[in-house]
């Protein structure tokens, strides 16, 4: 007689077989269509990936031709012999201003409008004087709402009565910075008295001096200082007036830092300036690092074990 226990695993043998293999087809009919919908889907990403890529690359590539068209019009206004009115200039002078101000200095060209304005007898002279500081100043602060993203401004104010009380000049600023870039924006938020007076090895000390205000137009002479314990010891001199940009006209530094003083208001009895200290990665792109600067911030990223440095 045969085994019961046989018999059933016999039969049951019989029964799950069959199963066995549909089971193991449908898995594989499964893993199959899951793998075809996986590449159908990355296929159509790629593609949309592609098509994006080339709309932007078309889209970048049509804004360049209108911006270059854009600035030889406008620039031919200045540079081609004409008989372009002052309307006209300061027109175009603005239409610059606002959509080149990143990669020009703009300052002598606003210096040579305004000189012609000045010499006009245009009954609207006052007007186009008006304009062209009203473009400088709206630049201006458009820069720096940018530059103090990644770095530190400060606001400082001079009354003229005390500047006429010392002629040798007024200190209107003092302070010390990080010396490298990504400390900057942690000391942006800390009050001066936190930093001045304060230099230690990570520390640049940076102080500016009103020497001068111009008899009749709204510019002040500015000594700039910054020395560090490594040793840099800047030491310049310039006249500040509106239309000094920070992004372009500002004075650099060592480990690819700059320093930007920017004319805010100038009254008959002050003016108003403000300091913005900015990573060099930020500055316009006519501002490129010096060699110096880009391989020591490549050995700072690269080095091997570095202990953090303090504040």
């Known amino acids: ?171 209107v600023f003092e302070e010390c910075f990080p010396l490298h870039s990504e400390d900057v924006s942690q000391a942006a938020v800390k009050d001066q008295s936190s930093t001045v007076g304060k230099p230690d090895e990570n520390r640049r000390c940076i102080r500016a001096d009103v020497i001068e205000k111009h008899p009749t137009a709204p510019r002040l002479q500015i000594r700039l200082e910054s020395t560090t314990p490594e040793g840099e010891s800047v030491d310049v001199h310039f006249w500040l007036d509106y239309y000094d940009l920070p992004m372009v006209d500002n004075t650099h530094l060592s480990h690819d830092q700059r320093i930007a003083v920017v004319l805010r208001q100038f009254t008959a009895t002050s003016a108003q300036l403000a300091f913005v200290y900015f990573p060099g990665s930020h500055a316009g792109l006519r501002d490129k690092p010096f060699y110096d600067d880009m391989l020591q911030q490549l050995e700072l990223k690269s080095a091997p074990g570095d202990q953090p440095r303090q504040p």
């Open 1 to 171: 007689m045969a085994d019961p226990e046989k018999t059933g695993w016999g039969k049951a043998a019989i029964v799950l077989q069959p199963m066995g293999g549909l089971l193991t087809a449908l898995a594989v009919a499964f893993v199959g269509i899951l793998g075809s919908s996986h590449l159908d889907r990355s296929q159509k990403q790629d593609a949309r990936f592609r098509l994006y890529t080339e709309l932007m690359s078309k889209r970048e590539q049509s804004d360049t031709a209108l911006r270059e068209d854009m600035f030889k019009l406008i620039v031919g206004t200045f540079l081609t012999p004409s008989t372009a009115k002052l309307e006209q200039k300061v027109l175009s002078l603005e239409l610059l201003a606002y959509n080149f101000h990143e990669s020009l200095e703009l300052a002598p060209l606003f210096k040579h409008v305004l000189r012609e304005v000045e010499a006009s007898k245009d009954p609207q002279k006052a007007e186009y004087r008006k304009r062209l500081e009203s473009v400088a100043k709206d630049v201006a602060g458009k820069e720096i709402m940018v530059l103090q993203q990644g770095g530190a401004l400060r606001e400082r104010g001079i009354a003229f009565e005390d500047l006429q009380a010392h002629p040798e000049g007024i200190q």
